[in-house]
């Protein structure tokens, strides 16, 4: 829709006032209009009417155009003044329009004259939109002047040839500089020779249009040398020709002297230590201790991931579950590792999670207990059989020596029986049996203490006769599983002694703290291994609030001998399960 003109018409005479609608209407113009004739209905018209344009005759009788166009000058300044008159030369006419008039128009020949209206408006409307656009350009400028100043980054911004053309006065201070003395130099001014070839290459793949997140390294003014993280973006005009990058600037020093510190503590620490990642369990980080302890480079390192230098003896499942899922705590396990030698070697680890570059990852260090545990494994064996050197003396003794004297008393007493009077027999058979019943709690007392394995007494028949001198309660039943392979592997009996000492510290827990009336025993051979699961459906106790006592101690000791594992699961209300996995493999 075409927009409708409003003109303001400073005019006395009726004809010219007519032949001038003639010629607006001939030009197709659409407008309204309002006629004055003197200074104050001038001013209220523009006060009031506010028109988008005036045309002024240059004289009539109670006003002039000169002054309508100094008044014009102080109340519409930004609004076309076109004299309409008979009676301005040309050298008035110039003079006129380098006084500011936007155009004139001589009444003997107004053809021109919508043309010029139209050529008035345009250039007005053009004025009043680059107006505005400065004021709004103005006022970005102001805004963006605002928080440049304000930011607590620095912003930088080169031209094509690398010449800063802006800085804000946090890039000048984080380089010790004042902003007028940056404006106009370099980039490569505030770096060393060997950071400028790297600026080179990244102001190359700007060029390119690759935005870049990276570190970089400058000098202050001081001398100082000033870390810090830079996102480029390149500039390009509307040609798509590169004008230049702007880069944020973040002052990282201190974090980079906090990475150093690391670093040095990394790679001084005697202790082994690395870093992998969680999904992939590949090495990122070694320090030189790990590197002097496996034998790999720090090359070969960086090929490699966790499984690598698992010993494949050991179980893995576990320790990928606790140090992948278990963030912020400290994990602890001691594992067997292999050597690029190939020698197998014990390691206790802590891993703990670290984050580097907003990623997660896992931090371990790594301590060498070969040569502790091979010491513990040696005395814990002199320890038992200590232990079990006196259980055979004692039991021995009690078995070859008090049974004996028992034995004896049996028959002397027996002897006694023709001379005794019929009413002393039933204190005579009382004592009797009261031998007899000391006579077999001795022996088995003796059993339990000095248990003997031949070549013709298995571990399922030394398990057989424990069960029988436990059987103190008929309501505890008992069952007793043992693999057909297990029955006739040769287990070596310095083994299946310490099985049956850990079955017989099991079953002594079972009667005297669980209540249970079912104990279930099996003895299996698995992937390799000897299973052994002791279960009951007694009490139960919570793992976290029972302690291990010597007892426990002892049992987990004797499956350690034999590079076996021990565990122990049992909840409130749910029974209790014992669980040995000894490797025979290693025991042969």
Known sequence: MKSI??????????????????ELKRGALSYIFEVVENKLAYV?????????????????????????????????????????????????????????????????????????????LKESKE????????????????????????????????????????????????????????MGKQNYHFMDDEWKKKASDHIANGRLGITENINFKYITKSGKVLWASLVT????????????ALAMVTDISKLKESEQRYS????????????????????VQVNRAAIALYGYSEEEFMNMTLLDIKSASDGFSIELDQMQYADGAIFNQTLLHSKKSGDIIEVEIFSTSI?????????????????KNLFELNLTKAIIKTQEDERYEIGSELHDNVCQLLAVGQLNLEML?????????PVFNQCKESISSALSEIRNLSHRLAPVFFDDSTLHEAFKRLFNSFLVNDGCKFLLHFDDVIIKYPIPIELQL?????????????????????????????????????????????????????????????????????????????GCEMVINIPLAEIN
């Open 498 to 574: 310490n099985l049956y000492r850990i079955m017989q510290e099991q079953f002594r827990n079972i009667l005297k703290h669980s209540n249970a009336t079912l104990i279930e025993v099996k003895v299996l051979l698995y992937n390799g291994k000897l299973k052994m699961i002791v279960t009951d459906n007694g009490i139960g106790f919570d793992n976290h609030d029972v302690k291990s006592g010597i007892g426990m101690a002892n049992m987990k000791r004797r499956a350690e001998l034999f590079s076996g594992k021990f565990e122990m699961n049992s909840s409130r209300g749910n």
């Open 127 to 182: 004025k009043q939109q680059k107006i505005k656009l400065d004021e709004d350009l103005k006022r970005s400028e102001e805004k963006y002047r605002q928080i440049t100043e304000t930011a607590q980054e620095g912003i930088w911004l080169i031209d094509e040839n690398n010449y800063t053309i802006l800085v804000n006065k946090k890039m000048a201070d984080i380089l010790e500089y004042s902003i007028a003395e940056m």
């Open 5 to 22: 003109t409003k003109i303001l018409i400073a005019e006395h005479d009726k004809n010219d006032l007519e032949l001038l609608h003639e």
């Open 417 to 425: 029986r023709k001379s005794l009077a019929e009413s002393k027999i």
């Open 355 to 371: 984050l580097i570059n907003n990623k997660t990852f896992r931090s371990v260090i790594a301590f060498d207990v070969t040569e």
């Open 233 to 244: 973006n390149p500039v390009f005009d509307d040609n798509g020709m590169y004008k230049g």
């Open 264 to 283: 040095d503590l990394f790679q001084l620490s005697p202790q082994p230590m690395w870093v992998f990642e969680t999904e992939t369990l590949k090495f």
């Open 44 to 120: 209220n018209a523009l006060k009031y009417f506010k028109p988008d344009l005036i045309l002024a005759d240059y004289t009539f009788p109670s006003f002039d155009g000169p002054t309508a166009f100094k008044i014009r000058e102080k109340m519409a300044p930004d609004t076309p003044f076109i004299f309409v008159s008979g009676t301005i030369g040309e050298e008035r006419s110039i003079e006129l329009i380098r006084n500011g008039v936007t155009d004139y128009a001589l009444k003997d020949n107004l053809k021109s004259l919508t043309t010029k209206i139209e050529r008035a």
